[in-house]
């Protein structure tokens, strides 16, 4: 087949394009699971056994796949020929990740002990500065399997009612009950698990009173209280299941005047989002009852911050700086932190444009919730929608064993450590990709030819863990082909997670993205695998796709 791109109104460039064939690695697969060119039923369950590690896999589970191929067209009686074998392989019921939202995760453990879904500011349209302040945000977050709503309250220009906004900023006001009527509709459409409110609070007592009384009575039953059983030890998920909870503790006066002021602090610790002991004389008791989570101080600066008290549990706030700081000298110190009690970060207050940063800092020392501008696109948040993946999408994953349990000797953790020993070699082997000319119009990526793409392969994880390569440009070409493999040695691979982007290459500009995909390694399942591409918001592609082998090696 061949392509034509009018270069001016004399001159026509054209290139034959090859279509979607399978490698030969594929074809000889085949000829060793099928006779006289035709797989059976029972050779095809021997493949997916032996191949693609589907221990589980029994006649009907083949006769689904061959349902599933005979619902396209791309059946025979006798058997699949190889181009039906191929098209299986890259079709969507042979996804790296389990196909059911099962959540198979022990949910029974205290909440300190799973990553939340999290989102910040998650009323924001856009910019921290000068965007609007509506609920389509929280609706589309929840809808997404967000478990962690913040909402900033303020008093309005008369100091009459609580509405929500950024405060000291030119962002628009929303009606309080507008974004409270946003959570309670929305917060179970994908998962029965608890949705935490995170309320920063800049109201006086009068208003707390008013806000108890509209968020009793939006919420009701579903509305969880906190009972004197889990003053040192946070109640389950599972316990939890189609609750909200309140998470917040007012910040004194002095707060408000230090942030009107301009805290020099703000870099390390976002003075809007510091977190003082509670005052008897001056917090409304309705709005205190209210509290499930209740957030922490941070009195001692970075010496004590990580002082928990044994008899009662806590959430922490501190931002992305913050962190990073700690992180360097006082990491296994984060972990034991976050055994017991909840540590959310926040991004630091020069992120304007509602960036993100790197959640795997947070999450390698066990931050549970690792707050995040959902409005935003990027690397960073395409790994968060990727670590979310996990467990049935439900918005909560179980933290695993390395930084809930110690060392033989005591020793909590250390994800900076140069000592770690390989645990697992993984193996990435990219054969090609289809589905772009579907997807984009002919000359979306270049004017004058065919594109010219290349994959990025990559784990992001613990420090010695992220490693990343770069395929061969295959130029002029819909239908790549690379045939490359990457491996891995993997000390943590509980935590890491495995990046794949697609860009065109271009010589005088900017490469143009072609598609990404973030997995978690603890669900990527062996063997020959179709991995959907998606768009930069997140959303997955029609078409566009790689046919990827996966194997791990334990060591």
């Not at 998650?122 to 909402?151: C, D, F, H, M, W």
């Not at 695993?400 to 953790?413: A, I, K, Q, W």
Request: proline letters at 6%.
């Amino acid at each position: 087949m061949k392509v034509t791109f009018k270069v001016c109104f004399c001159c026509v460039r054209s290139f034959k394009v090859k279509s979607s064939e399978p490698p030969q690695e594929i074809k000889t697969l085949f000829d060793n699971y099928s006779q006289n060119g035709r797989m059976s039923v029972d050779e095809m369950l021997r493949f997916v056994i032996q191949v693609q590690g589907e221990t589980h896999a029994d006649s009907n589970y083949v006769k689904d796949i061959l349902n599933m191929l005979k619902h396209h067209g791309d059946f025979h009686p006798r058997g699949l020929h190889l181009e039906e074998f191929y098209r299986y392989l890259l079709s969507d019921f042979n996804s790296p990740l389990p196909l059911s939202s099962e959540v198979w995760q022990d949910m029974t453990q205290p909440l300190s002990h799973y990553f939340l879904y999290t989102g910040h500011n998650s009323y924001l349209t856009g910019n921290q500065l000068n965007s609007r302040s509506r609920t389509e945000p929280i609706v589309k977050a929840l809808r997404r399997g967000v478990r962690v709503i913040e909402l900033d309250l303020w008093p309005n220009s008369s100091g009459t009612e609580a509405e929500v906004r950024h405060g000291g900023t030119l962002t628009s006001t929303e009606d309080l009950q507008k974004c409270l009527n946003a959570v309670k509709e929305n917060a179970f459409e994908v998962s029965d698990y608890p949705v935490v409110l995170t309320l920063e609070d800049h109201l006086p007592p009068d208003l707390q009173k008013k806000v108890a009384k509209m968020v009793n009575k939006t919420f009701g039953g579903t509305l969880f209280r906190c009972r004197d059983e889990y003053t040192k030890c946070f109640p389950s998920p599972e316990a939890l299941k189609n609750k909200i909870l309140i998470s917040t503790k007012p910040p004194k006066e002095y707060l408000q005047t230090q942030i009107s002021q301009g805290a020099t602090t703000s870099e390390s610790v976002n003075a809007e989002e510091l977190i003082q002991d509670e005052d008897e004389k001056t917090v409304a008791v309705e709005y205190r009852d209210l509290i499930s989570i209740h957030a922490g101080n941070r009195k001692g600066g970075l010496k004590n911050c990580l002082n928990g008290d044994p008899n009662r549990v806590i959430r922490l706030s501190m931002s992305e700086q913050w962190l990073e700081t700690l992180a360097k000298t006082r990491g296994p110190d984060i972990v034991k932190f976050t055994q017991k009690n909840i540590l959310r970060i926040f991004p630091k207050t020069t992120r304007f444009d509602s960036s993100n940063y790197d959640p795997l800092v947070g999450w390698i020392h066990g931050a549970q919730m690792v707050a995040f501008n959902m409005q935003n696109h990027g690397k960073y948040l395409w790994m968060m929608q990727g670590m979310f993946k996990a467990n049935g999408g439900c918005g909560y994953v179980k933290k695993p064993d390395v930084l809930l349990s110690n060392s033989p000797r005591g020793e909590h953790f250390d994800p900076c450590s140069q000592d770690l020993q390989i645990k697992t070699i993984l193996k990435v082997k990219i054969y090609n990709g289809e589905g772009w000319n579907m997807d984009f119009s002919q000359d979306h990526f270049d004017r004058y030819s065919p594109p010219d793409f290349y994959a990025k392969v990559g784990i992001a994880g613990i420090p010695l863990d992220t490693k990343s390569y770069r395929t061969e440009t295959d130029t002029d070409e819909w239908f790549p082909v690379w045939d490359e493999e990457f491996e891995f040695p993997l000390r943590v691979p509980e935590l890491a997670l495995l990046c794949i982007t697609v860009k065109d290459h271009d010589k005088n500009t900017l490469n143009d993205f072609a598609g990404q995909t973030c997995l978690p390694l603890s669900e990527i399942k062996p063997g020959i695998r179709a991995v959907r591409l998606h768009d930069r918001v997140g959303d997955v592609f029609k078409h566009a796709r790689l046919l990827v082998r996966f194997v791990l090696e334990p060591r």
